[in-house]
């Protein structure tokens, strides 16, 4: 039986691993690992026909996550639907926000089509706390490898969207007009940028790799600065989360959920809540600050992880 207290902890380490680039998978497997007793008995290594009363428990997280980026983003994804659905009636891309739309759904296309046939398979062969811990590790050296291989002197993109932000007449305001230049760098993505960093986020299948850190990298290589590319994962990782636990959520309902939808109901707001300040954190932090930190722990915790469980 899940308890309440489980709830909570388990709900607020997936807020903040879900955006920080540290594997909320992976930390959902490794935590309770850790703690063991009642705890290292949440993770069921299989699943039955019905799901698990984790996984279930699982699924209300990762929409409550959903939700909260949603929220943060209200005004970025206004502009991404209905740039989307003018595109469907005119038959034109003609504005940054209707490329922006077009390359978040090319993006996601990836790790939907591979999610769909590789998301099961995987969490029975690779979600235990020994490789969780290995593929942690492993994101760690992504991340170092994405830092170090990042154009250092390519600003085009960064160019191009302070160009916009200066000639763009129709922002009232500083912070909108900060959102409208951002926007406009990320649609300078070309679609095969936006392909290449929508499979780069797929070996997020893996639990210990990061979605927002493997999607970070991608940005990061294809000429975005930490602050932009930290919005795109934020941006790209919403309908991925919102569409999977979306699917899932069946099983919250049904009896691998009985007896668990109180302790649900709480994990989701306090997985929400915390998403909501942890992407709050991130896009501040990342406009003066890089990967590294998050490199070295995933470094450390996931080699710790690999002496422990081995």
Known sequence: MLTYLQA?????????????P?????????VPAWIGGSWGTLVTQGDSDNGTPYLAFVVALHVATALALLGYYWRDWVDIVTGFVTTLRTRRVETPAQRLAWLIVLATIPVGALGLVLEHPLRILFATPLFAGIFLALNGVVLVIGEGLKRRNGPTLADYGRRFAEQEQGATTTTE???????ERLAALSVKDAL???LAQSGALLA???RSGLTMVGGLL?????????????????????????LKLPE????????I??????????AGVCAWLAVRFLERFFRTRTLLPFALYCLVAGLVSVIRFA
């Not at 909570?8 to 920080?20: R, W, Y």
């Open 8 to 20: 909570i902890v388990i709900g607020a380490l997936q807020g903040v691993t879900e955006l920080f």
């Open 22 to 30: 540290i594997s909320s998978l992976g930390h959902s497997v490794l």
């Open 177 to 183: 007009h900060t959102r409208l230049a951002a926007d």
């Open 196 to 198: 290449g960093i929508g």
């Open 208 to 210: 210990g790799f990061s």
């Open 222 to 246: 294809r000429g975005l600065d930490h602050e932009d590319t930290a919005k795109f994962a934020f941006l790209l990782a919403t309908p991925v989360i919102l569409a999977a636990g979306v």
């Open 252 to 259: 919250l309902f049904g009896p691998a959920g009985a007896h």
């Open 261 to 270: 939808h109180g302790q649900a109901l709480v994990g989701a707001i306090v």
